[in-house]
T-cell receptor
Framework: DAGVIQSPRHEVTEMGQEVTLRCKPI?????LFWYRQTMMRGLELLIY????????DSGMPEDRFSAKMPNASFSTLKIQPSEPRDSAVYFC?????????????FGEGSRLTVL | QKEVEQNSGPLSVPEGAIASLNCTYS??????FFWYRQYSGKSPELIMS????GDKEDGRFTAQLNKASQYVSLLIRDSQPSDSATYLC????????????FGSGTRLQVQP
């Protein structure tokens, strides 16, 4: 089975540009999470969806960040305009909430560098 | 105070020794506790979960939970160089918020 698929794996862009990160969760999983990881702040939750509905977006840094999940198999995280402090690895993860095991399956991450 | 605190390390142990990793959390309502392992440049993967006070063993790994002290630990017996990684402690804060809150991780180095 395919795991969580993220794209792009690497993105280098200039300050002020729009960045869109994409995620395909594991088929059948009903929860999807976006995390950001930096050396300074570790792994931070940005937003999570359950059954395609945003449940908690309190971790979204500011209005420049937005996330959507139009269907069960696709989600996007958009940054507009991007800033150098947004440079990080962005992970998407999915889980089957009914299992309540707390096991998140992570994608390989999207490494974003904003110059 | 951070919600989940870990010593960043590095924790260095010789091959074959026991590695002890510790984590404290601030929310007394936390329900579930997890240890994830993250190799450099890779994504985190779950290695242990624990939900009630006491010890839980799985192979060379033992997770320990003390809710009164708000303390979780992970013991790795017979440490191997392949165990060298960053270990992330994670908690589910309450039943209403299913997302995991992660600590910053402890980097473990197992010396051959």
């Amino acid at each position: 089975d395919a795991g969580v698929i993220q794209s792009p794996r690497h993105e280098v862009t200039e300050m002020g540009q729009e960045v869109t990160l994409r995620c395909k969760p594991i088929s059948g999983h009903n929860s999807l999470f976006w995390y950001r990881q930096t050396m300074m702040r570790g792994l931070e939750l940005l937003i999570y969806f359950n059954n395609n509905v945003p449940i908690d977006d309190s971790g979204m840094p500011e209005d420049r960040f937005s996330a959507k999940m139009p269907n069960a198999s696709f989600s996007t995280l958009k940054i507009q305009p991007s800033e150098p402090r947004d440079s990080a690895v962005y992970f998407c993860a999915s889980s089957l909430e009914r299992s309540n095991t707390g096991e998140l399956f992570f994608g390989e991450g999207s490494r974003l560098t904003v110059l | 105070q951070k919600e989940v605190e870990q010593n960043s390390g590095p924790l260095s142990v010789p091959e074959g020794a026991i590695a002890s990793l510790n984590c404290t959390y601030s929310d007394r309502g936390s329900q579930s506790f997890f240890w994830y392992r993250q190799y450099s440049g890779k994504s985190p993967e779950l290695i242990m979960s624990i939900y009630s006070n006491g010890d839980k063993e799985d192979g060379r790994f033992t997770a320990q939970l003390n809710k009164a002290s708000q303390y979780v630990s992970l013991l790795i017996r017979d440490s191997q160089p392949s165990d060298s990684a960053t270990y992330l402690c994670a908690v589910v804060r309450d039943t209403g918020r299913r997302a995991l809150t992660f600590g910053s991780g402890t980097r473990l180095q197992v010396q051959p």
